[in-house]
């Protein structure tokens, strides 16, 4: 499992590396509630001990789907996708 490179670190803000975007199939982690291993999705609050935000980068591969179902109720989501 790979994990997030902290750059730089202040008062006011953090920079990380996630690394290569074509690489996000190497971050995984498990599902808060199914426990379900979730490849390719990587969140960056705790990296960066952001208190307003939930940011995450994932990659999912054409004609997949994600292995759960979640709704957002405080947070909303921005997509992009390379076809």
Same mark, same amino acid.
């Given at each position: 499992? /790979? !994990?997030? &490179?902290? +750059?730089?670190?202040?008062? %006011?803000?953090?920079?990380? @590396?996630?690394? %290569? $975007? @074509? #690489? $996000?199939? #190497?971050?995984?982690? =498990? *599902? &808060? +509630?199914? /426990?379900?291993?979730? #490849?390719? &999705?990587?969140? =960056?609050? @705790?990296?960066? @001990?952001?208190?307003? !935000?939930? =940011?995450?980068?994932?990659? $999912?591969?054409? /004609?997949?789907?994600?292995?759960?179902?979640? +709704? *957002?109720? #405080?947070? *909303?989501? $921005?997509?992009?996708? %390379?076809?």
């Amino acid at each position: 499992m /790979k !994990t997030v &490179k902290e +750059i730089v670190k202040d008062k %006011n803000y953090t920079a990380i @590396d996630l690394g %290569n $975007l @074509d #690489e $996000l199939m #190497e971050y995984s982690l =498990i *599902h &808060k +509630i199914n /426990k379900q291993k979730i #490849e390719g &999705k990587v969140f =960056i609050k @705790d990296a960066t @001990d952001a208190t307003g !935000t939930e =940011i995450s980068f994932n990659s $999912l591969a054409p /004609k997949a789907e994600q292995p759960y179902f979640h +709704i *957002h109720v #405080e947070t *909303h989501a $921005l997509g992009h996708t %390379n076809a």
